[in-house]
């Protein structure tokens, strides 16, 4: 396989490719420079992403629990 895509790079960083693919992938990143940067770069990239930012709100997981909290009381209650 010589032509990877941005999907195929960002599965190989977050160790989610199968493993014919990441040898393929580690083979063209050894001797394709244009390759690796583009690697480079997606790496540098992800490093940057704020996990905090991809957590959810406070008011969104007590939404949720309440939700949770009435439908069990409304299971209790019916059965």
Do not use: C
């Amino acid at each position: 396989m010589g032509i990877f895509t941005t999907e195929d790079m960002i599965q190989y960083l977050y160790n989610e490719t199968s493993p014919e693919l990441t040898l393929a992938i580690k083979a063209a990143l050894d001797s394709d420079w244009t390759l690796r940067e583009k690697f480079e770069v997606i790496q540098a990239t992800s490093k940057e992403l704020n996990p905090v930012l991809m957590s959810p709100r406070q008011q969104t997981i007590d939404f949720i629990l309440n939700y949770a909290e009435k439908s069990v009381e409304e299971h209790t209650l019916h059965a």
